[in-house]
C-alpha cells in the first residue's frame, strides 16, 4: 500500500467503510471516515485520502448491514457521471459514493472468483460488498454508488433482478465518447484498452469481437479507435440487457449532452428514477458546479477551452474514426 498522511481531525460522525476487499487472501481494508469527507471526495478509489485511520481486518461474510446500496449510477467513462453524482448529494438527505474501490476489486478478481479461488461465488460478494456500502446510510439519508465503469464488466450479477434496484445509466454518443478517449492521451487509451479487455468475457462473441479490432488493419491509433468504439458497445449492451433484464423504463439512461445543457433538468430526471426523496432544486449549486472541473473541484472548467480541444482531435483523427464507427456496424449485430 501506498504511504499516505493522514488527517486525523474528526469531522463529523465517524463511519468503519469498507475500502479494499481481496476475495482470494480473505481480507479486507476498513476506514475510518465520515460522511462529509466521503461526500467530498471525487474518488473513493485511493487517490484521495478521504480517511482519517485505517485498518486490514478478515473478510467476514456473515457481517452484514441491514441497510444494503441499492441505488445505483453507470456510466460508460468521461459522460458526467461525476458531477451529476455530485449534484446527487445533498448532505442530510443523499450521500453519493463515487467509485468506491472495493467494487472494483470484485471486479478485478471477477476470473480468480469464477475459478473457485475466492471466499465465496461473486453474489455473495457483491451482496456482502453491497451491505457494507449501505451501512453509510440511515433512516433519514440514502446512499447513491456509481462505481467506475470498471465495474460494468459486473452487470449481468451486479444488475440481476432484485439486487440493485434503481439505477440511471449515464453515456454519450458514440463518436462523442472516442474524441473523449482520444483526448484524454496514450493513458486514457490504455485504460479504455484494458477495460475493453476486462468486458469482452461478459459480452456474447465479445472476445471474438475484441481479437477483430485488434487484428484489423491499420497503425496502432486505428486500432485503438476500434477498440474504442467497440468498448462503448459492449457497455452500452450491457445497459441494455440491465434495463431489460429489470423492466426498468428507459429514461434510466441520461445523455452528457442533457446534463451539460440543463444539470438541473437530469437531477431531477436521475432523482426520480433513483426514487429519491423530493427536494427543491439547487440551480445556484449547480451553476458553481459547472464551472470547476468535476474530478478536480480546485481547478476551474473552461467549456470554450474544451471545444478547442475536441475540434482538434476531431481534426486530426476524424478520418480514423469515420473507418472505427464503419467497421464496428459492420461487424455488431
Known amino acids: 500500500m501506498v504511504s499516505q498522511q493522514i488527517d486525523r481531525t474528526p469531522t463529523g460522525e465517524e463511519i468503519a467503510f469498507l475500502h479494499r476487499l481481496d476475495s482470494v487472501e480473505r481480507e479486507t481494508i476498513v476506514v475510518a471516515t465520515d460522511r462529509s469527507r466521503l461526500a467530498g471526495a471525487s474518488f473513493l478509489d485511493g487517490r484521495e485520502t478521504f480517511w482519517r485511520d485505517q485498518a486490514f481486518r478478515p473478510l467476514d461474510l456473515t457481517r452484514r448491514s441491514a441497510r444494503k446500496a441499492t441505488r445505483f449510477v453507470f456510466h460508460v467513462g468521461f459522460a458526467g457521471s461525476t458531477l451529476l453524482a455530485r449534484l446527487l448529494d445533498r448532505p442530510g438527505h443523499v450521500v453519493a459514493l463515487k467509485e468506491p474501490q472495493c467494487l472494483a476489486d470484485i471486479a478485478g478478481q471477477r476470473e480468480l472468483i469464477a475459478a473457485g479461488r475466492a471466499a465465496a461465488p461473486l453474489g455473495p ?58 483526448r484524454g492521451g496514450n493513458q486514457r487509451l490504455a485504460f479504455c484498452a484494458r477495460l475493453a479487455a476486462q468486458i469482452a468475457p461478459v459480452v456474447p462473441d465479445g472476445d471474438a469481437l475484441l481479437r477483430s479490432a485488434v487484428a484489423g488493419g491499420g497503425d496502432t491509433l486505428d486500432q485503438m479507435a476500434r477498440l474504442m468504439a467497440l468498448l462503448h458497445w459492449f457497455q452500452e449492451s450491457l445497459f441494455d440487457a440491465a434495463i431489460a433484464r429489470n423492466g426498468w423504463p428507459v429514461d434510466t439512461r441520461i445523455d452528457f449532452e442533457k446534463i451539460v445543457a440543463d444539470p438541473e433538468a437530469a437531477v431531477r430526471r436521475a432523482r426520480e428514477c433513483l426514487d429519491l426523496p423530493p427536494l427543491p432544486g439547487a440551480p445556484e449549486r449547480a451553476a458553481i458546479l459547472m464551472k470547476r472541473h468535476t474530478k478536480d473541484p480546485s481547478s476551474a472548467f473552461r467549456p470554450a477551452k474544451r471545444a478547442r480541444e475536441d475540434q482538434a482531435v476531431e481534426e486530426h483523427h476524424g478520418a480514423r474514426f469515420d473507418a472505427a464507427l464503419d467497421w464496428l456496424e459492420a461487424n455488431v449485430r
Open 125 to 182: 460478494l457483491l451482496d456482502y460488498a453491497l451491505a457494507e456500502l449501505g451501512s453509510v446510510r440511515d433512516d433519514d439519508v440514502t446512499v447513491v454508488v456509481k462505481p467506475t465503469n470498471w465495474v460494468n464488466s459486473l452487470l449481468p450479477e451486479l444488475c440481476a433482478p432484485g439486487r440493485v434496484t434503481r439505477a440511471v445509466f449515464v453515456s454519450m454518443k458514440r463518436r462523442h465518447f472516442l474524441g473523449a478517449t482520444f
